[in-house]
Nanobody, 121 residues
Framework: QVQVVESGGGLVQPGGSLRLSCVVS????????MGWYRQAPRNERELVAT???????NYADSVKGRFTISRDNAKNTVYLQGNSLKPEDTAVYYC???????????????WGQGTQVTVSS
């Protein structure tokens, strides 16, 4: 079994900051890309940021310059630091990890349950 668990969500005022964490545990052979998506009410799930094992990052235009994704490969953990948060950043944030459970298995994405981020005064 593989578990993907996010933490760090909550209520923050506009202009504030928040740090999300996501730990991947269980039967893991290797982890490829990791990342964050988000879904606001009545919207489709959208990419926020991704990061490769070597640290190459990719961001949605809406968060460039405000959000930073990072990872700790030794801890199978990915982080998302959000600064200068706006009300439109309000959403459920989902973490994913693209991984192999063993050397014979195919690579697939595993998702967390999501953590709510609300930006409001």
């Amino acid at each position: 079994q593989v578990q993907v668990v996010e933490s760090g969500g909550g209520l923050v005022q506009p202009g504030g900051s928040l740090r999300l964490s996501c730990v991947v545990s269980g039967s893991i052979f290797s982890i490829n890309n990791m990342g964050w998506y988000r879904q606001a009410p009545r919207n489709e799930r959208e990419l926020v940021a991704t990061i490769t094992p070597s640290g190459t990052t990719n961001y949605a235009d809406s968060v460039k310059g405000r959000f930073t994704i990072s990872r700790d490969n030794a801890k199978n953990t990915v982080y998302l630091q959000g600064n200068s948060l706006k009300p439109e950043d309000t959403a459920v944030y989902y973490c994913y990890a693209r991984l192999q459970k063993n050397w014979l298995s195919s690579t697939r994405d595993y998702w967390g349950q999501g953590t709510q981020v609300t930006v409001s005064s």
